[in-house]
């Protein structure tokens, strides 16, 4: 098996487009890592297609950053060992709904439960129009379930534009640090399938076709004009192709990539 690289940082949101958090090991499963976008706020009313309340409409929630009050309970399922055990692609049960509460540090500096009426009333002062909160213990993301990102894509991108560009604005699952140490190496890897761990395997699909999110500068990182970035489709997004669902672990080696 040929090792391409490392994973270097493994990255959940517990929140739709809410700051994310580094966690040291994640379970992912065939709907992603657990704990991922566990949350997101719908506008009321919202358009039929895609309701979401996100960064898009109303472009500091990226300032809210979200923790699960119980980190471990969110991290793993239980009983994750006995599941393994089992025959492979066996989806483990999740954690109680109340494993996945979350309080909110605001930009203005409360820290609020997220289910409270107070922080609903937050977010729709400053979004304008009324919203819902959702929760799954499925992820809620827009497309696919994880996202993988080259760090050397982002200094690439930074020497396109002159200027630092914070990976944070990509907001990957997965950021790996590549053998070939050169940007958008990714982009090479759709259509192929990645090992990652002992029993981790993703299937590369598509060039991430999204938009990066708007992160305000004063807080995060500098803006370009309307935040929009060159070379904006580098990253990728992928599928979970082995039955055997994983927990990923911290330094963990995508290895050999074959034809998926």
């Avoid at 979350?102 to 979004?127: H, W, Y």
């Avoid at 009324?130 to 994880?146: G, H, K, N, Q």
Wanted: aromatic share 8%; hydrophobic share 35%.
């Amino acid at each position: 098996m040929e090792q391409i690289g490392t994973v270097e940082t493994i990255c959940r949101y517990p929140v739709k487009s809410m700051a994310g958090e580094d966690v040291a090991q994640a379970f992912v499963g065939f709907a992603g890592l657990m704990g991922d976008r566990a949350f997101a706020f719908v506008r009321t009313p919202g358009p039929k297609g895609f309701p979401w309340h996100t960064g898009r409409e109303q472009e500091d929630l990226i300032l809210f950053r979200p923790h699960f009050r119980e980190g471990g309970a969110a991290t793993l399922p239980p009983d994750i060992e006995e599941t393994f055990k089992m025959a492979p692609g066996v989806n483990p049960i999740f954690p109680a709904e109340g494993a996945f509460e979350i309080d909110v540090a605001t930009p203005d500096g409360q820290t609020l439960p997220l289910r409270s009426a107070e922080f609903k009333a937050v977010i729709e002062r400053r979004a304008g129009y009324a919203v819902t909160l959702r929760f799954s213990e499925r992820s809620l993301y827009d497309c696919r379930p994880v996202s993988l990102f080259g760090n050397a894509s982002a200094r690439g991108l930074g020497n396109e534009l002159a200027m630092p560009i914070d990976r944070r604005r990509f907001r990957a699952n997965l950021y790996a640090d590549w053998a070939e140490d050169r940007p958008y190496r990714e982009n090479e890897l759709v259509g192929r399938t990645l090992q990652i761990g002992e029993r981790l395997r993703l299937a590369v699909l598509e060039r991430d076709p999204r938009c990066s999110t708007s992160l305000p500068p004063a807080r995060c990182c500098p803006a370009t004009p309307r935040n929009r970035l060159p070379g904006s489709n580098s990253g990728t997004c992928a599928s979970i192709r082995s039955p055997t669902s994983g927990r990923t672990r911290l330094p963990s080696m995508p290895s050999a990539a074959r034809p998926g």
